[in-house]
């Protein structure tokens, strides 16, 4: 069964610009998440989407956006990047019934010039 | 709220030694505790999780967490620490209710000296 997959694994983008990053779950989940890490904040939790609808949001600004497709699939958006935006960008996927365990992808690095 | 503390955001064992990665939380209702490895540039990998069954878990490459509801903690331990355990490891706590919105911990690195 093939895992969480995340395209792409690395950018680089200046300040001011947009993102989007892309996350395939595993086959049969219908819950993505997303996480931003960073050294100095740790994992933080972005938003939850299941079955194309968001579930759970964190604490970020309107800035970041996501959306989930019919196949599951999952995009995030970052608009008017800023320096501290610069992260490890995490998705995680799960069955999204019950105590599901996460499963994570490899990350996308997001570099912010 | 819930809410991770990992005590020691580094610790270092030798080889062979004990490793013990201290796990404490808060939550409002009865948790589900995970413990997740992070190898250098790569997601997180779940090593075990606790889901209000038995409360002594085990996990993958030998290691194993307790569940103590009076101190609220959820300690990850392996007997004998081997030089792949080297690592960052997190600890999260989920509701399990609303949807799949984890809380973690700030992370543990483990050094493993030979």
């Known amino acids: 069964k093939a895992g969480v997959t995340q395209t792409p694994r690395y950018l680089i983008k200046t300040r001011g610009q947009q993102v989007t990053l892309s996350c395939s779950p595993i086959?049969?989940?219908?819950?993505v998440s997303w996480y931003q890490q960073t050294p100095g904040q740790g994992l933080q939790f972005l938003f939850e989407?299941?079955?194309?609808?968001?579930?759970n949001k964190g604490n970020f600004p309107g800035r970041f956006s996501g959306r989930q497709f019919s196949n599951s699939r999952s995009e995030m958006n970052v608009s008017t990047l800023e320096l501290g935006d610069s992260a490890l960008y995490l998705c995680?996927?799960?069955?999204?019934?019950?105590?599901?365990?996460?499963?994570f992808g490899p990350g996308t690095r997001l570099t912010v010039t | 709220a819930q809410s991770v503390t990992q005590l020691g955001s580094h610790v270092s064992v030798s080889e062979g030694a004990l490793v013990l990665l201290r796990c404490n939380y808060s939550s409002s209702v009865p948790p589900y505790l995970f413990w997740y490895v992070q190898y250098p540039n790569q997601g997180l990998q779940l090593l075990l999780k606790y889901t209000s069954a038995a409360t002594l878990v085990k996990g993958i490459n030998g290691f194993e967490a307790e569940f103590k509801k009076s101190e609220t903690s959820f300690h990850l331990t392996k007997p004998s620490a081997h030089m792949s355990d080297a690592a960052e490891y997190f600890c999260?706590?989920?509701?399990?209710?609303?949807?799949?919105?984890?809380?973690f911990g700030t992370g543990t690195s483990l050094t493993v000296i030979p």
């Open positions: 989407y299941f079955s194309e609808t968001q579930r």
């Open positions: 995680a996927s799960s069955r999204g019934t019950g105590i599901g365990e996460q499963y």
């Open positions: 086959s049969g989940h219908r819950s």
């Open positions: 999260a706590v989920s509701e399990g209710r609303t949807g799949n919105q984890f809380y």
